[in-house]
């Protein structure tokens, strides 16, 4: 079973990424993008086959190791 | 309109950090994990409201900055 997570900053956090990203894109005249925030996504491809369990163990995942949960956000998403 | 580009490394390419991950959640106790791949994720928030306009856009976005089209893939979603 496919797992994706999405790591993301929270809103407030500063981020120089994203804000590099926005200049850079109005430089090359992509005018109209009013901000840009830029996170993470990990795809876990997992042994576990219940959808449930599944979720559990990557939740806990995210909160031991794949985020920073003091500045980031996560969003976990299973694929069948 | 927001729109969310995914980008991802291609089938093949090597990825160091989905790897070091892997490895962080062996040593957690986090079995049954059998490949991490890491990907970005850039949240885009635009002044355009028609979809297909923002679409074509974010493409263009990331056909010339967001993605390095060797080997990264990328898809985008927009969120209304």
Same mark, same amino acid.
């Given at each position: !079973? &496919?797992?994706?997570?999405?790591v993301t900053l929270k809103p407030g956090v500063l981020d120089p990424q994203g804000a590099a &990203? *926005? *200049?850079s894109l109005g430089q090359l005249g992509f005018d109209g993008v009013n901000s840009v925030r830029q996170g993470k996504v990990i795809e876990l491809d997992l042994a576990e086959t219940?959808?449930?369990?599944?979720?559990k163990r990557v939740?806990? !995942?995210c909160e031991k190791l794949l985020a920073n949960m003091v500045i980031e956000n996560f969003e976990v998403e299973l694929e069948p």
């Open positions: !079973m &496919i797992a994706r997570v999405f &990203i *926005r *200049r219940d959808p449930k369990a599944a979720k939740t806990e !995942m």
